[in-house]
């Protein structure tokens, strides 16, 4: 199965920082992934699809590009709102698996 | 809008059964794959299964493989996940979610239910 490997695990930027998550895949996915925002107390919400795809009405702020194995997740400047928790997923078969996780605080 | 409600979380022995529901509203739900994703306490998310519009196709994790099963009712637009077996690392909130449109990752979420298994 194809392991999805997420980096940092936990990061702490100031307001306004730019703000990157790489995700790394064990095998080839094209661009069958999808990355998901997941605050305290809140429910999980998709952010981009087919990897660079922003979902609608998602703020322009986050953007996402990569083919293949390697992928990254921008946030062009950080708000305190941003913080919580980021999700890389694969989807292109199953099982669909998740990376670890990236945890996101304001500095 | 769009609403997707978990229901049948609660406390069980370790070995037991429980049976999730999930029931969805504000949409056409015969358009849409279903998923189920759980989230232990202070871990991350993971898949657990998948069911395709018409149940064709049918996805399990290694985890839940043959303790598991997911079926959906499209006249009452609900989905369910009938556990059992169930063991102390199966304990987590379970979010039901659609699928995106001809694609697997999840488009909308449910609250979750809480499902804890200890003796």
């Known amino acids: 199965d194809i392991q999805m490997t997420q980096s940092p695990s936990s990061l702490s930027a100031s307001v306004g920082d730019r703000v990157i998550i790489t995700c790394r895949a064990s095998q080839g996915i094209s661009n069958s992934l999808a990355w998901y925002q997941h605050k305290p107390g809140k429910v999980p919400r998709l952010l981009i699809y087919?990897?660079?795809t922003l979902q609608s009405g998602v703020s322009s702020r986050f953007s996402g590009s990569g083919s293949g194995t390697g992928f990254t997740l921008t946030i062009s400047s950080l708000r305190p709102e941003d913080v919580g928790s980021y999700y890389c997923?694969?989807?292109?078969?199953?099982?669909?698996?998740f990376g670890g996780g990236t945890r996101v605080e304001i500095k | 809008e769009v609403q997707l409600v978990e229901s049948g979380g609660g406390l069980v022995k370790p070995g037991g059964s429980l049976r999730l529901s999930c029931v969805a509203s504000?949409?056409?739900?015969?358009?849409?794959?279903l998923n189920w994703v759980r989230q232990a306490p202070g871990k991350g998310l993971e898949w657990v299964s998948f069911i395709s519009t018409g149940s064709s196709y049918i996805f399990y994790a290694d985890s839940v493989k043959g303790r598991f099963t997911i079926s959906r009712d499209n006249a009452k637009n609900s989905v369910y996940l009938q556990m059992d077996s169930l063991r102390d690392e199966d304990t987590a909130t379970y979010y039901c979610?659609?699928?995106?449109?001809?694609?697997?990752?999840?488009?909308?979420w449910g609250r979750g239910t809480l499902v804890t298994v200890s003796s």
């Open positions: 087919a990897a660079s």
């Open positions: 997923q694969k989807y292109n078969n199953a099982p669909l698996a």
């Open positions: 979610t659609t699928t995106g449109y001809g694609d697997l990752y999840s488009l909308i």
């Open positions: 504000g949409l056409t739900f015969t358009n849409h794959g």
